[in-house]
């Protein structure tokens, strides 16, 4: 039976299994945008800017592990997508990316909306596609999904002209992918895997230091089997919090490291004799000062991305896999660590230097909100969260205790990330509780999403940590640049907020959206304002007026070393 390309695509995405298609409509995505019409079990969410649709689909991947879906139009509506695409691909989040171009007759010729938007993604996509031939639709669907979802995954951007949308041709959807140049299933290689063991076993100072690898494998279970087994300390990185139980009273949990990592997880992981990382990259982020990094080290690196080894540092022993497969064969030979001495070192660090801050009267400290959300919902919930000073309160404050339960943007840092992000995990698990952290500066980026919130009845959370700064980049002017504050203030001229003023007031925007709204001021009003905002049966905003120049503490000087932490150290 013959159908036209956009009944295709349908066809072809409800074989991939896909439930929810975030998209944005354009006049050459038109045909697709009918085919949705009709469809029963594909749910659009239509979102209010592509790059809401594309932030969505990643958070609808992050949360479950499947393939998100975006839809665009050609030109601006595509290259609207670029940021959400890129944003994925930094972090291996698997999203196939649809977009609608100019008829094959007219591509080249500078027509309305037109723009080479695989020539633009090339460098941010794991691969992708422009369709010329309605014959070829079916199984390009196929390999793009694929691609997508195998190996290291991450983006794959299909661009299908107007008159391919059109086209009719038999439906046939090929049960399997063959491509000669792409294999990405690679045996765990036992051997390495021995040589690994000998190395831990003979170690005294050995630490774990996990990423995003191991959520995106599925490896959590097999990560805290071999922690416990082998009882050595355990650290993260911001995207790999939740992929071990966080709980600040486990001796061997040291948290996040890094820039704003703990005290005692830079020490341990500075004076460790052997880091074995699974499923994370050496960015600079994570090490500091490269040629410092981990002086007395060797390192074990766990990845299934051959070129993430020794990209950054140099590896002693590679072991190129699935972390699952490879976790699984630790956890069969591993034995408890005989490092007494080392642990009491850590316990020593972890006690003398703990996460902290100054409560001040009548004046919120945004920790003090998080480590209250954080008790209150004791981890069961997704949170999903915006960059910049709130992304690094809500990592080092709130103990992820679940996998898939913090959606960040870590490699790109995109502000505007963390609403739709939030809608996207809503949209796959409506009977979740999922609220966005979030600054007031960021959540302005991509606020209109509030929109799409309330329009398909996605019961999303929204606390703004509200300081009436770009919180993060006044913090590197205030220690960096001798408190020169260029361009940072988020407040209008002759701004009076004794006299109730507030810009914006996020109150009447969330209310313009249909939105629940309650600001908050007094460190007496964050428990009830957290129970109302989280009772209350639909979109919610909680501006939560805090310190405007409280500091995300510690930190590591760009171009320092771990060591040479500012602030935290006893």
């Known amino acids: 039976m013959e159908l036209t390309g956009s009944k295709i695509l349908m066809e072809s995405l409800k074989k991939e299994g896909v439930k929810v298609i975030f998209g944005y409509p354009g006049g050459q995505v038109i045909p697709i945008f009918d085919a949705l019409y009709d469809e029963k079990t594909l749910e659009l969410i239509h979102v209010r800017h592509e790059q809401g649709a594309a932030h969505a689909a990643d958070g609808y991947s992050r949360a479950t592990g499947d393939v998100g879906v975006c839809l665009a139009t050609s030109g601006p509506g595509a290259t609207n997508l670029v ?6 691909y930094m ?5 196939v990316a649809i977009t609608g171009q100019v008829p094959t007759s007219m591509i080249g010729s500078d027509a309305f909306q037109e723009a080479d938007i695989t020539g633009i993604t090339r460098p941010i996509t794991k691969h992708n596609f422009l369709v010329k031939d309605i014959r070829d639709l079916a199984a390009t669907i196929k390999k793009a999904f694929y691609i997508a979802r195998t190996g290291r995954p991450g ?30 299933k690679v045996k765990v290689h036992l051997g390495q895997i021995k040589k690994a063991l000998a190395l831990i076993e003979e170690s005294q100072r050995p630490i774990i230091y996990f990423g995003g690898g191991v959520i995106l494998g599925g490896a959590s279970k097999e990560l805290t089997e071999f922690v416990k087994k082998s009882g050595i300390p355990v650290t993260a990185t911001l995207t790999g919090l939740g992929g071990y139980p966080a709980d600040y009273s486990d001796p061997q949990y040291l948290g996040m490291l890094g820039m704003h990592g703990t005290v005692y997880a830079n020490l341990s992981i500075s004076h460790s004799d052997l880091i074995i990382a699974i499923g994370s990259r050496f960015d600079d982020r994570v090490t500091g000062k490269l040629s410092e990094f981990a002086p007395n080290a060797k390192i074990i690196h ?7 080894i020794s990209k950054n540092v140099i590896v002693d022993i590679p072991i190129v896999g699935d972390v699952k497969e490879v976790l699984s064969e630790f956890n069969k030979l591993i034995k408890p660590a005989k490092i007494s001495q080392w642990i009491e070192q850590v316990a020593e660090w972890k006690n003398k230097n ?4 100054q409560k001040v009267e009548n004046v919120i400290k945004p920790q003090d909100v998080i480590e209250q959300l954080s008790k209150m919902t004791k981890g069961d919930l997704i949170i999903s969260t915006e960059v910049g000073q709130n992304q690094m309160w809500a990592a080092q404050f709130y103990e992820f205790k679940k996998t898939r339960t913090l959606l960040t943007s870590g490699g790109l840092g995109t502000m505007g990330y963390g609403l739709p992000a939030a809608i996207g995990a809503q949209a796959a698990f409506r009977d979740k509780l999922v609220i966005d952290i979030a600054g ?22 929204v606390v703004i940590l509200n300081n009436s700064y770009l919180g993060m980049v006044r913090q590197w002017q205030e220690l960096f640049y001798n408190r020169r504050y260029s361009g940072v203030l988020m407040e209008k001229h002759k701004h009076n907020e004794s006299k109730g003023e507030y810009f914006p007031d ?12 309650k600001r908050i001021t007094k460190p007496s009003e964050i428990p009830g304002a957290l129970k109302e905002m989280i009772d209350y049966d639909g979109p919610a905003v909680l501006d939560v007026v805090i310190e405007k120049e409280e500091n995300v503490l510690p930190m590591v000087p760009a171009g320092a070393s771990l060591t040479q932490m500012i602030g935290g150290m006893a």
């Open 155 to 184: 983006p794959v951007l299909v661009d299908i002209p107007k008159d391919v949308q059109t086209a009719k041709a038999n439906f046939v959807y090929p049960e399997t992918v063959e491509m000669r140049t792409y294999k990405p």
């Open 354 to 357: 703990p996460l902290g801050y």
């Open 91 to 95: 972090d291996s989040i698997p999203m």
């Open 302 to 308: 766990v990845d299934i991305d051959p070129t993430s």
């Open 83 to 88: 940021t959400g695409i890129a944003t994925a």
């Open 506 to 517: 996020f109150v009447k925007v969330a209310e313009a959206y249909g939105c629940w709204g």
């Open 440 to 461: 007031d500066g960021s959540i302005q980026m991509n606020i209109q999403e509030l929109g799409t919130a309330i329009s398909h009845d996605l019961n999303v959370k």
